[in-house]
Nanobody, 120 residues
Framework: QVQLVESGGGLVQPGGSLRLSCAAS????????MGWYRQAPGKERELVAS????????NYADSVKGRFAISRDNAKTTVYLQMNSLYPEDTAVYYC?????????????WGQGTQVTVSA
């Protein structure tokens, strides 16, 4: 298993930036694909960005391409989400996800979430 703790959320003005961090512990961090999801009130949770185990491949939702950047530091067992040019519609609870696929199945682990509010 892996435990995930997010940090870095808060209130920011439109056009501003935030950097989210997700610290992992309890298992081999480098064996997990990491992702950031978000859930706005009344909406389903959606994938924002993901990064493969060695960080060689990233994937982004169309709505954040060119504004957000996901990265990971396997030595620090931490994944980051740099968010620039924030819009009010980016307001949501952001969740860190660790996913591992084995012959026995796919295992997902979640953090507790961190609130991001974009408002003037």
């Amino acid at each position: 298993q892996v435990q995930l703790v997010e940090s870095g959320g808060g209130l920011v003005q439109p056009g501003g930036s935030l950097r989210l961090s997700c610290a992992a512990s309890g298992s081999t961090f480098s064996s997990y694909t990491m992702g950031w999801y978000r859930q706005a009130p009344g909406k389903e949770r959606e994938l924002v960005a993901s990064i493969t185990t060695a960080g060689g491949r990233t994937n982004y939702a169309d709505s954040v391409k060119g504004r957000f950047a996901i990265s990971r530091d396997n030595a620090k067992t931490t994944v980051y989400l740099q968010m620039n040019s924030l819009y009010p519609e980016d307001t949501a609870v952001y969740y860190c996800n660790a996913r591992r696929t084995t012959v026995g199945g796919t295992y997902d682990y979640w953090g507790q979430g961190t609130q991001v509010t974009v408002s003037a």
